[in-house]
């Protein structure tokens, strides 16, 4: 008989940490290296101890998931089995040209191609496949075309940390052009002219800063944007009307764009509208006026409006497309004959069109649950706006609309190799009723037929951060676990937008604890109507996801069966208190700032999952990781994980997976990807006890 492993046991070193007033003692400081912001460039220089630390809370996932490597195998192949190795994106016209990224068969990263759109061979301007061999991350985040098509520029990290470099290649000759733009965010555009590159710079503490230009063949940066407010991400592009320069900076609360004219792209940047707290907008240029999406006058859900190219001030601003209660406006577009956006009303997006002279028509769909997406174009004189529609059941079709003659084609359907039949499976969107009264959405898969008697294992999926929407999708992963009879849930909590922007207000700052609260209320929905049972249940959160996890996790073990914390923002208190960190800043509007308001810091404290883990029999848990992620950092998942280990009262495994050549987002390549999915999946099957996976040693 096999030796139990032994839990591993996390060394304490107690930290004493008084701020405003208060107490409170850290354990498990010591897992963050003084030196991170180094570590992150380059992860050879973390301490030793720490390291070792790291590799041997590997070792000991390893040991517990033992016996699973059949299963994760053949995870593995059911997840690749979905996935068209071969694909390719629908061309994108542009000028003489059509673009495109393909995947070769086998290929973990894309391909970036152009053909002549009169006919032609294809022409293959970046090989990221290549670029990655033999490194043990690589990936490209941005690629883009200059206007005279002469150039193609790329973004490239290689280290999982976000810093990135930009490369400029000459397509004439095939070659680099010398002096690679270092230290940037990735985030770059060229100047409507193809003259100049403008490019947003990282600073050492891992925060967007300055932006700056430089001739698009190379030569000297000139500083163009200093960000002020260290709480600001900043960004640059270009108008789709191609007739201006765009810089933007702004958080979660407030907004501010400055303009470059292109006929002038050395011209200093001229402020649009001056940042004003808790109020947002996004300038579009249409035809020698702008339009602006904004939630100005307390148009909560957001409204639109116009002003003259003159005078772009807040006090110039006119209604164009008032404010709708209940009519969530998240995208506007252009253009030359039309606007174009995206808004959501019940839960379920529309795509709306406007003509000049102001006649509107949309786009409406049937199905109990779906997405839409706009997808923009090069060119800015076109009838066609592409959008794509999907569903929990059905694969993503993109389509070809035509705006003025109201007909569409469609371009390409997602193709599933293994095959998928929609039939098979059935969407259902339910309701739970939170603590307060208030009703939340709940997207359901399941094989059609289900029976609902609680005997099915349940994944229930959350996020409820920076009102961002967790969208009826269709993905082959959860496909996994419902051909084996499990029930795929969404709990759409506050926190998002799914609802409107109001239900991102409502699970921010001192209502955060709503998020926790929905995310609960809809698992006993699902247990009442037996979709699930308390015990059964693997819940999974990514990011700010992982503090949902993590909260709920302490609040209500006794429902989980497991609980997979993808690179978990579960440290949220000594996060918050750390100025340095690359996202601590910015998000202090999100959750509050504990090192100058007590109000805050008493809050913070009372749920942040970390401070909150008390002795209690915790489920299994899987915390995940990636030693140079700078958005959670690679300390936040092993502090939880080794200090879960330490309180809990079960014999429920605690583990953590901390992938060491890699960031936030996991492995670069895209069947690398598949294997940490396939992980987490025979994690989930061995927490509810599937006899394929086997039980924990």
Sequence with gaps: MTEKPKPLQTRREPKRIEQLGRVRTDDYAWLKDDNWQAVMRDPSLLKPEIRAHLEAEN????????????????????LRGRIKEDDSSVPAPDGPYAYYRRFAVGGQHPIYARTPRDGGAEEILLDVDALARGKAYYKVVSAEHSPDHALFAYAADEQGSEVYTIYVKDLASGALLEH?????????????????????????????DKIYRRPARGGEDVLIYDEPDEGFFIGVGVSESRAFILINAG????SEWCIIPASDPTAAPRLFAAREDDILYTPTHWNG????????DDAVDFKIVECSEADTSRASWRDLIPYEPGRFITQLHASKDYLIRLERAQALPRIVLRDGAGEEHAIALSEQAYNLELVGSYEYDTPIQRYIYQSPTTPRQWF????AARTQVLRKTQEVPSGHDPAKYETRRLFATAPDGVAVPITVLMLRGQKLDGSAPMLLYGYGSYGISIDADFSITPLTLVDRGWVHAIAHVRGGSELGFGWFLDGRLEKRPNTFTDFIACAELLIAQGYGRAG?????????????????TNMRPDLWAGVIGGVPFVDVLNTMSDASLPLTPP???????????????????????YDNISPKPYPAVLSTGGLTDPRVTYWEPTKWAAKLREFTTSDRPILLKMIMTAGHAGSAGRFEHLREIA?????????VGAEEAGAFP
């Design 59 to 78: 070792a000991y996932t390893k040991q517990m998931m033992a016996g699973t490597e059949a299963l994760q195998e053949k995870l593995y192949q059911e």
């Design 180 to 208: 690679a733009i270092a230290s940037t965010t990735g985030d770059f555009t060229f100047s409507p002219c193809g003259a100049y590159i403008f490019w947003t710079h990282r600073n050492a503490n891992g925060r967007s």
């Design 251 to 254: 958080n979660h609360s407030a």
């Design 289 to 296: 006026r702008w339009v602006v999406l904004t939630n100005a």
């Design 400 to 403: 070809d609309y035509d705006m």
């Design 536 to 552: 059964n249940i693997v819940t999974e959160g990514r990011s700010a996801g992982g503090m949902l996890m993590g909260a709920i």
């Design 587 to 609: 998000e202090w509007p999100e959750w509050g700032n504990p090192l100058e308001s007590a109000e805050d810091y008493d809050r913070i404290a009372a749920y942040s999952p």
């Design 679 to 687: 992980h987490d999946y025979a994690f989930a099957l061995r927490a």
